[in-house]
């Protein structure tokens, strides 16, 4: 495991209320990465950050936003919830210290969120 | 701009082989290689660069035909534990990194 928690692991809310989900590392990689994966769509980039402070869009961002205040924490943050937001959403790292190349991603647990 | 993966699903008995292919339209630079059990993250198998050059990990093992845009994954003896859905990940020139997934393939091996 690359040391890789996300939080909730599960989570049901309301359309429309504001929904914050967090990702966790420990092992000081430089970039992290926020994905949706949804039944016949694989896995689609929402947001990925490239240092502190330093974040970018993906393919799917429309109703999302990311902070990345420090080298361990992303949080994506959906401002109001809607039902098309229903995924499980995967939070990935990579870059270890000391490498300039990006390489290989490694995937924490996800989170699986219902929107009613 | 999302690769095809093919065939989208494919049984197999243990111990037989199987191939999947993943075809992007736009040059590549690298192509990433996960699968997925039911439930659990993607976990990562191989990375393959432009080049052509082919990798292993155990029995499976892979490659890249820059020419054609297309990488192709080879299961050869399968067990029971190769079952899962298999992802492609695609990165393309002066993308900074960010991987474009296929679809999926999902694998599955019965005794």
Request: proline residues 4%; hydrophobic residues 25%.
């Given at each position: 495991?690359?040391?890789?928690?996300?939080?909730?692991?599960?989570?049901?809310?309301?359309?429309?209320?504001?929904?914050?989900?967090?990702?966790?590392?420990?092992?000081?990689?430089?970039?992290?990465?926020?994905?949706?994966?949804?039944?016949?769509?694989?896995?689609?980039?929402?947001?990925?950050?490239?240092?502190?402070?330093?974040?970018?869009?993906?393919?799917?961002?429309?109703?999302?936003?990311?902070?990345?205040?420090?080298?361990?924490?992303?949080?994506?943050?959906?401002?109001?919830?809607?039902?098309?937001?229903?995924?499980?959403?995967?939070?990935?790292i990579s870059g270890a210290s000391?490498?300039?190349?990006?390489?290989?991603?490694?995937?924490?647990?996800?989170?699986?969120?219902?929107?009613? | 701009?999302?690769?095809?993966?093919?065939?989208?699903?494919?049984?197999?008995?243990?111990?037989?082989?199987?191939?999947?292919?993943?075809?992007?339209?736009?040059?590549?630079?690298?192509?990433?290689?996960?699968?997925?059990?039911?439930?659990?993250?993607?976990?990562?198998?191989?990375?393959?660069?432009?080049?052509?050059?082919?990798?292993?990990?155990?029995?499976?093992?892979?490659?890249?035909?820059?020419?054609?845009?297309?990488?192709?994954?080879?299961?050869?003896?399968?067990?029971?534990?190769?079952?899962?859905?298999?992802?492609?990940?695609?990165?393309?020139?002066?993308?900074?990194?960010?991987?474009?997934?296929?679809?999926?393939?999902?694998?599955?091996?019965?005794?």
């Amino acid at each position: 495991d690359a040391g890789i928690t996300q939080s909730p692991r599960h989570k049901v809310t309301e359309t429309g209320t504001p929904v914050t989900l967090r990702c966790h590392q420990t092992e000081n990689h430089r970039y992290m990465y926020w994905y949706r994966q949804d039944p016949g769509h694989g896995l689609r980039l929402i947001h990925y950050s490239y240092g502190v402070k330093d974040t970018d869009k993906g393919e799917v961002s429309d109703g999302y936003s990311v902070s990345r205040s420090k080298t361990e924490d992303f949080l994506l943050t959906l401002e109001s919830a809607t039902s098309s937001q229903t995924s499980v959403y995967f939070c990935a790292i990579s870059g270890a210290s000391g490498e300039t190349t990006q390489e290989t991603q490694y995937f924490g647990p996800g989170t699986r969120l219902l929107v009613l | 701009q999302q690769p095809v993966q093919s065939p989208q699903a494919v049984i197999l008995r243990e111990g037989e082989d199987a191939v999947i292919n993943c075809s992007s339209s736009k040059a590549l630079y690298s192509v990433h290689w996960y699968r997925q059990k039911h439930g659990e993250a993607p976990v990562f198998l191989m990375i393959l660069l432009k080049g052509g050059e082919q990798k292993g990990h155990d029995k499976i093992s892979a490659s890249f035909n820059e020419k054609k845009q297309q990488s192709s994954l080879y299961l050869t003896a399968s067990q029971l534990s190769y079952s899962g859905t298999y992802f492609c990940g695609t990165e393309f020139y002066n993308q900074g990194g960010k991987l474009i997934f296929g679809q999926g393939t999902e694998l599955s091996v019965k005794p």
